[in-house]
């Protein structure tokens, strides 16, 4: 039986003896305002299945009590839900379940977006020459920092596997911190060389510590295993500016680096050690706006 026969299925008083709320393929499409080739393709997709399908000419048939599933399939596409999160939503049934993973997925939607628009914004500056006119929407300050003993764990990575990886690292010195006197100043990651999609630094994730004598202790436990180290980091001046969660990603975020810079040139100061990012909020609970973050570079 090809697709064809299935879109010329027999109207309703032709449909198997099932009970009187079987539909046809058209009369469900009319019902539920969706087109019939739609239909075919949630069955297909394996989003919303035929009730009953007539073993001997194909023909498929829907129950009323279908109509809002095909709805909700219908309007969960339109906002580019992928189909597998579109077959969870729609599996949770009505209810909070089905409500959070709808939140869970438009919260990423809006974090892909804000991203995109200062990515936007970044290049439509480049592009046009108004370099100047771009760094403009930093504001950089400086701050004194005081000499800190940090524990770290160094790795070469590329750009798209570093987000994933400062996550899992700092994650690891905040733990390992609890051994070393508790976690005493804001981790930060400092990019020894360019991290890019072609360069892979390395990037080094650190933790500043209370317990000196306690950390090297930790670090001599470890090994060299994720390349941990300890070390006494002077006290220092920091030209930063602050960002928000949307614009960490890179390329975008590289617009900070270099406002900094800029900045730093301007004033005929002197970078003094490697740029680095300060991660001072709980970015889990961050939204796309929120300020998450310092990049800076140590200045004399």
């Known amino acids: 039986m090809t697709e064809d026969a299935v879109v010329d299925s027999p109207d309703s008083s032709d449909a ?12 469900f499409a009319a019902r539920a305002r969706l087109s019939a080739k739609a239909l075919r393709l949630y069955d297909r997709l394996g989003l919303l299945a035929p009730a009953q399908v007539d073993e001997a000419t194909g023909y498929r048939y829907y129950r009323a009590g279908q109509v809002e599933r095909a709805r909700l399939v219908a309007m969960l596409r339109q906002l580019d839900m992928p189909l597998a999160r579109i077959a969870e939503v729609v599996s949770a049934g009505d209810g909070p379940a089905a409500a959070r993973l709808l939140g869970t997925y438009w919260a990423d939607v809006e974090a892909r977006v ?7 914004e970044y290049l439509r500056g480049r592009l046009s020459g108004r370099s100047s006119e771009m760094y403009g929407k930093f504001t950089v300050e400086t701050v004194e920092t005081p ?4 524990i770290s764990e160094k790795r070469h990575t590329l750009a798209d596997e570093l987000p994933a990886w400062i996550g899992a690292a700092l994650g690891r010195l905040e733990e390992a911190a ?29 933790v500043p510590v209370a317990d000196e004598a306690a950390a090297r202790a930790w670090a001599e436990r470890r090994g060299r295993a994720w390349e941990t180290a300890v070390r006494v980091e002077p006290a220092r001046r920091l030209a930063y500016t602050r960002i928000t969660k949307a614009q960490v990603a890179h390329p975008q975020i ?7 810079e800029d900045w ?12 680095r990012e300060l991660y001072f909020a709980d970015w889990a609970a961050a939204g796309p706006e929120d300020p998450v973050c310092d990049v800076a570079f140590p200045v004399s």
């Open 264 to 275: 730093v040139a301007a004033r005929g100061l002197t970078a003094t050690g490697p740029c």
């Open 254 to 260: 590289l617009a900070a680096f270099e406002a900094v």
């Open 114 to 120: 804000a991203g995109q628009r200062t990515l936007a």
């Open 16 to 27: 198997p003896d099932s009970g009187p709320e079987l539909l046809t393929i058209g009369a």
């Open 147 to 150: 000499a800190q003993v940090v």
């Open 178 to 206: 609890r051994e070393c006197g508790g976690v005493a100043g804001v981790p930060y990651v400092a990019y020894h060389a360019e991290v890019s999609m072609e360069s892979d630094g390395p990037a080094e994730a650190c």
